[in-house]
C-alpha cells in the first residue's frame, strides 16, 4: 500500500487560505484515486473532495463547492487540496487517502491508505 503524509495545515482567519499536501511513497500517486477528509471534534468523519487516477475527474463536497480544489502532481508524487474563503465551520482534521481504483471514491471505508491528518482551524 502506498504511504501517505500531509502537510500544510495551521491556523488561519476566515476568508484565508490554505494549500494542503499530501505526499505518497511507495506508489505512484496517478495509479490511486485520492480522496480528502476531515473530521471535527465530537463529529464524524467526512468526505471532502477527491479525484480519480487519471485525474481528471473531480468530486466536492457541497459545503466546499466553489472555495475548494483538489489536484495532483505526478512529477512530484503528491496530491493537493487548495481551500479558499475558508470558513470556521471548516476546522478540523484533514486526511488524505489513497486506493489503488481507477474510480472516484466518495467513502472512507473504500480507501485503505491514510494518511497521520494535519490540523485546520479557522478563527472567526
Known amino acids: 500500500q502506498v504511504q501517505l503524509v500531509e502537510s500544510g495545515g495551521g491556523l488561519v482567519q476566515a476568508g484565508g487560505s490554505l494549500r494542503l499536501s499530501c505526499a505518497a511513497s511507495?506508489?505512484?500517486?496517478?495509479?490511486?484515486?485520492v480522496g480528502w477528509f476531515r473530521q471535527a471534534p465530537g463529529k464524524e468523519r467526512e468526505y471532502v473532495a477527491g479525484?480519480?487516477?487519471?485525474?481528471?475527474?473531480?468530486r466536492y463536497a457541497d459545503s466546499v463547492k466553489g472555495r475548494f480544489a483538489v489536484s495532483s502532481d505526478n512529477a512530484k508524487n503528491t496530491a493537493y487540496l487548495q481551500m479558499n474563503s475558508l470558513k470556521p465551520e471548516d476546522t478540523g482534521v484533514y486526511y488524505c487517502a489513497a486506493e489503488a481504483d481507477s474510480r472516484l471514491l466518495a467513502y472512507a471505508r473504500e480507501y485503505h491508505s491514510w494518511g497521520q491528518g494535519t490540523q485546520v482551524t479557522v478563527s472567526s
Open positions: 479525484l480519480n487516477w487519471y485525474g481528471n475527474t473531480k
Open positions: 511507495g506508489g505512484t500517486i496517478s495509479g490511486y484515486a
